[in-house]
């Protein structure tokens, strides 16, 4: 009887088990995908060994240079004492009014990314207000290439952590501008730290409250002043998408922007004011080579995709496309990579 019970139940089992035309074809896609696995498996073993380091990357009108030099600046960190000088001049960007007639202000114009968005904007037509630290000659300079561009400049030094001088600062700008139609915040303060309990809480006050903080003071300083189809551009960070080991406060901070940008776009949409945000990569500028020793500066930007570090002038035409309403009328809240590659 026991014998016959299991057989009955071989038989069940073998009847549950039979194949149907479900497991007919799953049975046939494992196969397919083993298959075509062991084809990639038997390129991967012909293919040749994958090169340790990416080979720098050259896609523009110009080549651009791939070795920094080992160099470390005192902060804030002034351009004219960098010994390879930061391209801002974009030589080969024809401007067609795309800002004609709008003003501007830009923080942290005196160099590095500022600079080269000051220029851009003179190219296409607007007037550019320099906020700077205390860099004045890099301010004078870039004053002295938006003239040549035909428009109209001013620098304002101060400190953009503190919201008496962002009120101050908007004040004079419409006074001699007669107003506002884009503010860029651009404005960073950096330096790494290989441990957060190293991070004294004098470091991360200056990294909050000039990246963030700086932010919302000249955002809200600006805001009576801009009306239907102005625009704020927020500078991010690569960090802010990826994080960073050793600027953890700064990687914070960036990620912050990312979400001010967001939110800010959203609660200015029905004023008809765009928001928006571009997040770099490794760009040459003061930044880095005022916080990093000159051993890692030399090394800056290798370990993007494109194998170096980018240069201003290959960051400006973003902010131009975003502050512009003949490129960008349809576009807010939006954090742009400009990163070299998926990844920086």
Wanted: some cysteine.
């Amino acid at each position: 009887m026991a014998v016959r019970k299991k057989t009955r139940a071989g038989k069940a089992a073998a009847k549950q088990v039979a194949p149907t035309p479900a497991t007919s074809s799953a049975a046939s896609t494992a196969a397919r995908q083993r298959r075509l696995q062991q084809q990639t498996q038997q390129k991967d073993a012909a293919a040749p060994a994958k090169p340790g380091k990416t080979k720098p990357v050259q896609a523009g009108t110009r080549k651009q240079p791939e070795k920094m030099p080992a160099q470390q600046l005192d902060k804030p960190g002034s351009e004219s004492e960098l010994q390879l000088e930061p391209r801002y001049l974009a030589p080969s960007y024809r401007g067609s009014g795309k800002l004609q007639g709008l003003r501007a202000i830009i923080t942290g114009a005196d160099s590095g990314i500022g600079r080269a968005v000051a220029v851009l904007f003179a190219r296409e037509g607007a007037d550019v207000a320099v906020l700077y630290l205390d860099e004045h000659e890099d301010a004078r300079v870039t004053c002295e290439h938006i003239g040549n561009e035909g428009t109209r400049s001013m620098a304002i030094s101060g400190d953009v952590r503190d919201p008496a001088f962002c009120s101050k600062a908007v004040k004079q700008v419409v006074k001699k501008f007669g107003g506002i139609d884009i503010l860029v915040n651009n404005a960073a303060f950096q330096l790494h730290c290989d441990r957060l309990e190293d991070l004294g809480d004098e470091h991360l006050q200056e990294t909050l409250q000039t990246n963030i903080a700086g932010y919302i003071h000249m955002a809200r300083a600006v805001l009576p002043h801009l009306g239907n189809g102005a625009s704020i551009i927020n500078t991010g960070s690569e960090t802010g998408l990826f994080g960073s080991k050793a600027l953890i406060d700064y990687s914070a901070t960036k990620g912050a922007i990312h979400a001010f940008t967001l939110s800010l776009a959203s609660q200015l949409l029905p004023r008809g004011i765009r928001v928006n945000c571009v997040a770099p990569g490794p760009v040459w500028t003061p930044l880095n080579p005022a916080d990093k020793q000159a051993k890692d500066v030399a090394e800056f930007g290798k370990d993007s995709d494109m194998g170096r570090p980018a240069q201003p002038e290959e960051l400006s035409p973003a902010y131009v496309f975003l502050a512009s309403p003949v490129t960008a009328s349809y576009i807010s809240g939006v954090v742009l990579p400009v990163m070299g590659g998926p990844r920086g």
